[in-house]
């Protein structure tokens, strides 16, 4: 029973608890329907929240009738902006540029943005009154094309007000008459020159579609005003930020709001920053009272989203294939609010070229304000669109030189020790091998049945990769109680991914002690001490190294303790250690960890770092597909999605975690897309917009771990939370391509899209 | 806005948070209500449980029919000793021996044992139920005296199990036919040849009542079977405890239960160890859903008291008034469990012999258990029934010898650097000068008005002192946030004795920061580190070194983290320190402090030792009465309570825990006892039972710390929420005497009592 420290095995290559496939820590309460929700959470007093939404997308507001909502029996009030301007002078929230109100102020900027909130004990007469709330608006000219936004005399923000947080928007402080809220410039060599030079210039244009997270849990959060502190239970994966951005509204210190966050029902960069935390918060105080607001499937859809994006890629390539330059240029459709759309804007730069050894490059990446939902962070962080258009881009060269597609990639593949666009040297990145798996896994270079009649048959493959999100830090605590069982305490949000689980396993190797004797507390700001966010698939590495970093400093101090007292740690029980000192079970070892990798960020001008990321994530997807020529349906009947995932910490767990991420990209890649009309969502509900569901995955589909070390990772562990994505939309892209001739450039690939594209090459043209 | 950190002034005479009397940081949630408490918390699906319990004293448990109680409507479930012996094989527990069963197990040891439970959604119905359950009893020979259980053939445990906690015990271990339960014997110098050389020889017996806690907030605790643990929220000032004890029991790892404490009604040392915890916890485990026990005003006079004792004092005294040597007997009336009583009666046996100089030193003190419900600490732990014997003697030695009741203490009081009856030296114990102080502001030495006719004046002076409990250890975790405000973990309970402000006051002065910006969790052990308890004026020196060491530690990481970045952390606000090294306001600077002071265990025979304690408490009160010779009724006209506090943290929060435990002595000296009737309490109601109200306070009651440095402790401090009891019963009994010639020996000291005092000086004595 009683727990002995067991070996430290950080320099073996063999590891007690990391590297096994244990069952997931939550799995039995989720699965007996006890796992803690905030949408399970009622307090006593509680009043529920309904938001009125801007029926405009853009638009002066001149008045807002809120009389008949505020008669309604049952309700306790309704605020607008100049309520909360009371209570928070400058309601103005984001991670990048303090542009977003906590309700609107003055103008709209886009259709859906909250107006108002009415608050009643009972959420059906909240949702009945904002019904009645009538604005007057006088519509204003707006943008919706990320590229028409660079020029457009619409202009979303009179002046842009930078967080001050990131020093590369300091220059756009005050700056107005622009819609451009962050461009990034990367210049390596000198790519024009090397045009005029190369034998041939290629140069296409891809798109991306508007789309969004919906996590099967939609946004909710409770604000409880407690006496001494503003309690706030929140579905966030940024529970340290909550804290500082709702103490910086209020004007408070951080301790005074304390911000819990229980499991999520998934999150996928939806629930970073602030979204609901805000006005929950303002209303439960100017309320008095615990207000909650949990919004509706639809609600999603205005609420955050992923960016529209349009990619205009150009390469010099040799006969032989080298590419020997590239110019990317990419617009991002950030919609009516930055959310953290400029750091996509400028982390996917550095990449933007793809992984590929080119020594001329020359990237422009622009976020952009338009009157549209607001777009963020989703799994990828920009990643898969440049991938689509790059990986089509590398295609449609292999194509016109006639070189095959894994042929052209090898002679350009980004090899290990070799600078990057950015000019970092890549190391343990697993580029190459992830891209000679594919090639196996694939028999690619053995004879493929294209098909005959109508069903004709193809094949793609594709590769991305991806920089870690930089600097960012991790705090953890691991509090070794007298029995040897550990507690841990870490701000990292298990939000499905398994993070609990891996932490757990991370401590146990690092203390030396079964994983079973490893409980992670949930976020809790006045707990478990600060985390930059769980988004980038940073966790592992970032809050893997503090978790592991705080059970070392906890096994030293035991170390410490028991030869203070004489003791072998190695041979004697802990609490027999603890005994001998404490003279009963008593006391605790306490150890700490604080983690940030070193960075150094880009040049002003040209982009270039030493340094651009702790680590890189490499995916790569191989499709294979079979196309209806008579009708464009076409269905993928294998997919192979191969990832570098380090040493992973639970197998079991990386392999879930790149078949979530491939489905979830084959969604984007398939059949989701947010229609408009007029800046007015015209599909916003699980009924008109389709995710996957069982019957779209492909009948075959193998995920697989390619198994490298990042050295530089706890326990040899890298991120793979995204790396699935990557390469799934260029593959079946290339794979139709490949099986009919037809190239499509916009996401999603459709039947239709792929009847068109029949229509075209037979010479005979759909219209419309 | 910004914090700067502060001047570190540990060595300075003046402080900047340390020594104000700020208001308690937890008044406002009180004063509004908000505060939190275990009574108020509802879980889903939970039900409340009601306790049946044995109506004799000591019998053999034949048979326990429940069929009624569970059939009736509304009724869960009703469990006896049979359904927790299939969760927990040995269900006993206890700080000092595992005696206490959850349930009872074959026999009852006293009324109002609990013996089964009944759990209903619906807490009237539980109780409903409840009284329909039928135990039958064979009774066995029965033993209530503490003098009594000595050598009667009544034994209450047939075999001792000490938990194996306090090395001390051992020797008890399987011991059969025996109360005794700890017999602590301490010998210094050679008494019995002092005696046969004194002038003189004084012997007196005195006895104290049985008398309890009753914080105005009785026993309550929830538990909830959580998937992954046992979540136990419950008023305890010793969640640690409860922690390792309940683990014990189930026989699982400490971090799988997880103890909640949030404010107490007080607690006074009943809420110690384990109450209702392992009752509460068995029924959730077994019903699989949350329980709530909450107990009635009632059901607190059969859960924990304080001990009744007989102490038989004998000393040999100079012509002059010097005493040359002393022995004391001390009975402990423990009633039917242990609890912490063997601690008690070792821990007061160090100071049995008074704050006096005396070469000769005989004590023998005595555990014992009785047929009576389970005594154990209360808010003095033993101290006061001590200093009740001790003072009522010397002044009997005064009067025997003619000497002033002042000029004998003078002579015979223990200085500064002197030997205790343990032979640790004295430091820091203002003993001398506390009563200097009292006999200045009781004008010792000036006429006193003794008044005339039926109305008598007298007045007594007393004092006492009390080692502080050792070793015991407690942890802390000190969290500051990139604003520079801080979070403490830490597992003190703030029962009402203002604990929060204080640590709060150290955290402040020991970091630099103003206390408005330190905030305290409320005991978790998930979160917040282990401490030993809350009891024995303990927290302030322990926890509070505690707090301190982690305040310093983050203050020196603080400071290093400035050099690090090339900032000097005097004069550059703390946001930015953190915004150079992480770029942004992000990360946590963690401080860990951990305490346990020097102790070494009194020799076995001898009871001696160099360091029984860390520090003393020093406690003195002096009492004017006035006495009706007519009636025997007494008025206190004036009551002075002069204590030794260190330096205190929060002068006010001082001065309401000196007069706080002098009324709550005063219940004890004039009103308060537990009446039996062959072991049932007779007066188990606060109708019956009479705690002092604000018209039993003294017109003229004065409070003050007599601030001296406690040179060891931090900044200053020491533990100050027992000393008020110390002095007040023998300075009132010997304010009597003076009046009227009346000497007191039993407590309380009623009307009648010096009513038939003064017939028996008539030579009238009342019969019966």
């Known amino acids: 029973m009683a727990i002995t420290l067991g070996k430290n095995n950080s320099g073996a290559a063999e590891f007690s608890s990391v590297g096994r496939s244990i069952p997931r820590v939550e799995a039995r309460a989720k699965v007996t329907g006890k796992a803690e929700y905030v949408h399970n959470l009622r307090l006593p007093g509680m009043l529920y929240g309904k ?126 008459d622009t819609n451009i809220a962050l461009d990034f410039h990367l210049r390596r060599g000198d790519a024009q020159k090397a045009f005029a030079e190369a034998d041939y210039v290629f140069e296409h244009t891809f798109r991306t579609q508007q789309v969004l997270h919906l996590p099967l849990e939609p946004f909710v959060t409770v604000a409880d005003p407690t006496p001494n502190q503003l309690v706030i239970h929140t579905a966030s994966q940024s529970p340290s930020f909550v804290r500082i951005e709702i103490a910086r509204l209020l004007g408070w210190p951080e301790n005074k709001v304390r911000v819990k966050v229980p499991y999520l029902g998934g999150g996928f960069g939806a629930k970073l920053y602030i979204k609901l935390e805000a006005l929950v918060s303002a209303a439960a105080l100017i309320a008095g009272r615990p207000v909650k607001i949990a919004l509706t499937m639809e609600e999603q859809f205005y609420t955050l989203t992923k960016h529209a ?302 340094d651009a990321t702790p680590f890189w994530m490499i995916g790569a997807t191989g499709a294979e597909v079979e196309v209806d020529t008579e009708t464009g349906e076409f269905k993928i009947t294998r997919l192979v999605n191969l990832v570098d995932v380090g040493r992973p910490v639970n197998p079991a767990i990386v392999e879930t975690q790149i078949s979530g991420a491939t489905i979830m990209q084959l969604g984007f890649t398939l059949s989701e897309r947010m229609d408009f009309d007029a800046g007015q969502v015209t599909n916003a509900s699980l009924a008109d917009y389709k995710i996957p569901g069982i019957r779209d995955i492909p009948a075959v589909m193998e995920n697989e771990a390619v198994d490298m070390v990042q050295k530089s990772g706890p326990f040899g562990a890298k991120g793979v939370g995204e790396s699935g994505t990557f390469g799934v939309s260029p593959a079946i892209a290339s794979a139709i391509d490949d099986a009919v001739g037809v190239r499509l450039t916009s996401l999603p690939l459709t039947a239709e899209a792929v009847y068109r594209g029949l229509r075209a090459n037979a010479g005979k043209p759909l219209k419309g």
Chains 1, 2 share one sequence.
């Open 51 to 176: 938001v009125y939404r801007s029926t405009v997308a853009h638009a002066r507001l001149h008045s807002i009738d809120v009389a008949a909502a505020q008669a309604m029996p049952g309700v306790h009030a309704v605020y607008t902006a100049a309520d909360i301007i009371k209570l928070i002078p400058e309601p103005y929230y984001g991670p990048a540029f303090h542009d977003q109100p906590i309700l609107a102020i003055d103008k709209v900027h886009y259709v859906g943005e909250p107006v108002a909130l009415v608050l009643a004990a009972d959420p059906h007469v909240a949702e009945a009154a904002a019904q009645l709330i009538v604005a007057e608006y006088e519509e204003l000219p707006a943008v919706f094309d990320e590229v028409e936004a660079m020029t457009s005399k619409a202009v979303v923000h009179e002046v842009l007000k930078p967080a001050g947080t990131f020093p590369d928007l300091k220059h756009l402080k005050d700056k107005r």
């Open 309 to 610: 994006t349009t990619l205009r890629i150009k390469s010099g390539v040799s006969k032989d294939g080298k590419i020997t330059a590239r110019e990317c240029e990419v617009w991002w459709n950030g919609g009516a609010y930055a959310d953290i759309g400029p750091r996509i804007t400028q982390k996917s730069g550095f990449t933007a070229a793809g992984p590929y050894d080119i020594d001329h490059v020359s990237i422009d990446s622009y976020a952009l304000y338009t009157n549209l939902p607001p777009a963020g962070a989703l799994r990828g962080f920009g990643i898969p669109q440049l991938v689509w258009a790059y990986e089509s881009h590398t295609d449609l060269i292999a194509k016109g030189l006639n070189i095959d597609p894994l042929a052209i990639r090898r002679k350009n593949i980004l090899r290990e020790g070799r600078p990057q666009a950015t000019g970092t040297v890549m190391r343990d990145a697993g580029i190459a091998p992830v891209l000679e798996c594919l090639a196996q896994r694939m028999a690619w270079e053995k004879p493929f049945d294209q098909g005959s009649g109508t069903i004709r048959r193809g094949r793609g493959i594709a590769i991305g990769f991806k920089a870690s999100i930089s600097p960012t830090t991790s705090v953890a605590i691991v509090n070794v109680g007298a029995d040897g069982s550990c507690m841990v305490h870490c701000s990292t949000v298990d939000m499905g991914q398994g993070s609990d689980t891996a932490m757990a396993q991370i401590v146990a190797e690092a203390l030396g002690i079964p994983v079973a004797s490893v409980t992670l507390v949930h976020p809790d700001t006045d707990v478990t001490p600060y985390d930059m966010a769980t988004l980038g698939s940073r966790s592992t590495y970032h809050m893997g190294h503090a978790v592991k970093l705080a059970a070392e400093d906890a096994r030293d101090k035991l170390l410490a303790l028991a030869r203070d007292v004489g003791l072998s740690a190695e041979t004697t029980p802990i609490p027999d250690i603890f005994r001998k000192k404490y003279g009963m079970q008593a006391g605790n070892i306490v150890g700490i960890g604080s983690f940030i990798p070193p960075y150094t960020p880009p040049e002003p001008g040209t982009g270039l770092t030493q």
